[in-house]
C-alpha cells in the first residue's frame, strides 16, 4: 500500500521570496509522483510529475521537484513566489504496475503574503 | 489538451430530491472516469471508479445505491446522489484517464452541491 505524507498543513511566505512544500511518501515499489494545484472552488491542475528518467522535474508556472529515492520525498520548490500562487496544493503517488490509481497527500495551503 | 468539464459547477438542492452531476471529457476518449470527494480543507477522496460500458467500482465505504454512477459513453460519465441529505454537501470532482494512456488523470474542475 501506498501513503504520502505533507509535513506541512500551511506554509505562509512573503511573495518573491523562495519556498519549498515537502512530501514524502511510502511505497515497496517504484513510483510516479505528482503535484497538483488547486484553487478556489476549483479542480485540479497538474503542476508536473515524475515518472521516470531525470530526478528533477520542471512545471508549470515555474515550480519544480527532486524525486529523491533514498530519502522517499518529492518537495516542491520555486525560487520567487507570486500573490497569485496562492493556492492548494496536493501531492499525489501512484502504483506504475498497478491501477495507476494516484493516493493524495492531506494538501499544503501556500499562502502568499505581499 | 485534455480537457474535463463537469456540470453543474455548483447545485443547490432540497433534502430527499435527487441530483445528476455530469463529467465530460471534451478532446478525447476516457475508458476509465474517477469520482472523488472533497471536505472542506481536506484531501480528495475516491469514490468509485467507472470504465465504459460496465458497472462502477465503489470504495469501501461508499455506498453504491446512494452514490449511482452511469458511465455510458466514452466522454460521458454521471454521479447521481439519490435521497440527497445535507451530510451529502461537499465538492465533487471527476478525473479522466485518456485511452490508451494510463499513467495520469485529468481532472474536471469540480461541483459544489449544497443539500439545505
Known amino acids: 500500500a501506498q501513503s504520502v505524507t505533507q509535513l506541512d498543513s500551511q506554509v505562509p511566505v512573503f511573495e518573491e521570496a523562495p519556498v519549498e512544500l515537502r512530501c514524502n511518501y511510502s511505497?515497496?515499489?517504484?513510483?510516479?509522483l505528482f503535484w497538483y494545484v488547486q484553487y478556489p472552488n476549483q479542480g485540479l491542475q497538474l503542476l508536473l510529475k515524475y515518472l521516470s528518467g531525470s530526478t528533477l522535474v520542471k512545471g508549470i508556472n515555474g515550480f519544480e521537484a527532486e524525486f529523491n529515492k533514498s530519502q522517499t520525498s518529492f518537495h516542491l520548490r520555486k525560487p520567487s513566489v507570486h500573490i497569485s500562487d496562492t493556492a492548494e496544493y496536493f501531492c499525489a503517488v501512484s502504483d506504475p504496475g498497478g491501477s495507476y490509481i494516484p493516493t493524495f497527500g492531506r494538501g499544503t495551503s501556500l499562502i502568499v503574503h505581499p | 489538451g485534455a480537457v474535463v468539464s463537469q456540470h453543474p459547477s455548483w447545485v443547490i438542492c432540497k433534502s430527499g430530491t435527487s441530483v445528476k452531476i455530469e463529467c465530460r471529457s471534451l478532446?478525447?476518449?476516457?475508458?476509465?472516469m474517477f469520482w472523488y470527494r472533497q471536505f472542506p480543507k481536506q484531501s480528495l477522496m475516491l469514490m468509485a471508479t467507472?470504465?465504459?460500458?460496465?458497472?462502477?467500482?465503489?470504495e469501501q465505504g461508499v455506498e453504491k445505491d446512494k452514490f449511482l454512477i452511469n458511465h455510458a459513453s466514452l466522454t460521458l460519465s454521471t454521479l447521481t446522489v439519490t435521497s440527497a441529505h445535507p451530510e451529502d454537501s461537499s465538492f465533487y470532482i471527476c478525473s479522466a484517464k485518456k485511452a490508451g494512456a494510463q499513467r495520469e488523470q485529468y481532472f474536471g474542475p469540480g461541483t459544489r452541491l449544497t443539500v439545505t
Open positions: 478532446d478525447f476518449q476516457a475508458t476509465t
Open positions: 467507472s470504465n465504459e460500458g460496465s458497472k462502477a467500482t465503489y
Open positions: 511505497s515497496s515499489v517504484s513510483v510516479y
